[in-house]
């Protein structure tokens, strides 16, 4: 059975719980609290050396890490991944965007605003992460202009990559009132089979 390390809490361990929940895959789910430190341990760090989650013990001592690489491996061969060429390499272009310009700005400041980890350098950076976070919102409303999801009108892990952290973006004090496609895709996603809540165990 697959094992997943993960902190019920975090998007980009939804991102990998969705989907195997969408799947119908097994698997044992480890909770791991990143607050206290128990993903910088020895025994972890032999797992992911980014000593970060999630991460995917595919099978005894075969573990792959980072949220969006564990989901495309799980996707492989399924509809959440289109065979299409052009259309993975589509799939892929949303899944670099979310990590690259989403989740820095969007997730980080739920995490610091949830946690109260506000220190002084975060209070100088939250201007910059809140503009930069509506930047990549404006993007994903201007695409999803006549879209139903993201790539080729399907529901794929693109949508999932970018759902797991845009449908909290209010604990981050992120205003979505003002973007009504992304609004109505949100509300296609979690009308999706399987669907869960980001704090189902």
């Given at each position: 059975m697959l094992r997943l390390y993960d902190y019920l809490s975090?998007?980009?361990?939804?991102?990998?719980?969705?989907?195997?929940?969408?799947?119908?895959?097994?698997?044992?789910?480890?909770?791991?609290?990143?607050?206290?430190?128990e993903t910088r341990t020895?025994?972890?760090?032999?797992?992911?050396?980014?000593?970060?989650i999630p991460v995917l013990e595919i099978e005894p001592g075969k573990f792959l890490a980072e949220s969006n690489a564990i989901m495309f491996y799980l996707a492989?061969?399924?509809?959440?991944?289109?065979?299409?060429?052009?259309?993975?390499?589509?799939?892929?272009?949303?899944?670099?965007?979310?990590?690259?310009?989403?989740?820095?700005?969007?997730?980080?400041?739920?995490?610091?605003?949830?946690?109260?980890?506000?220190?002084?350098?975060?209070?100088?950076?939250?201007?910059?992460?809140?503009?930069?976070?509506?930047?990549?919102l404006e993007v994903m409303e201007k695409h999803l202009a006549g879209r139903t999801f993201f790539v080729g009108g399907r529901y794929s892990i693109a949508d999932i990559a970018l759902y797991a952290y845009t449908h909290v973006a209010h604990e981050g004090e992120f205003d979505l009132s003002n973007y009504p496609n992304i609004r109505a895709w949100l509300e296609r996603v979690r009308a999706q089979p399987q669907h869960i809540p980001i704090t189902q165990d």
């Open positions: 975090s998007g980009n361990g939804y991102k990998v719980r969705l989907l195997l929940a969408q799947l119908g895959i097994p698997f044992e789910r480890i909770e791991l609290d990143i607050l206290k430190g020895p025994e972890f760090l032999q797992k992911n050396l980014n000593g970060r492989e061969g399924t509809p959440f991944l289109p065979e299409n060429r052009w259309e993975r390499a589509q799939v892929l272009q949303w899944m670099f965007f979310e990590q690259y310009s989403h989740e820095p700005n969007i997730a980080t400041l739920r995490f610091w605003l949830m946690h109260g980890e506000l220190t002084e350098e975060r209070r100088t950076a939250l201007p910059q992460k809140r503009t930069l976070g509506y930047a990549a």
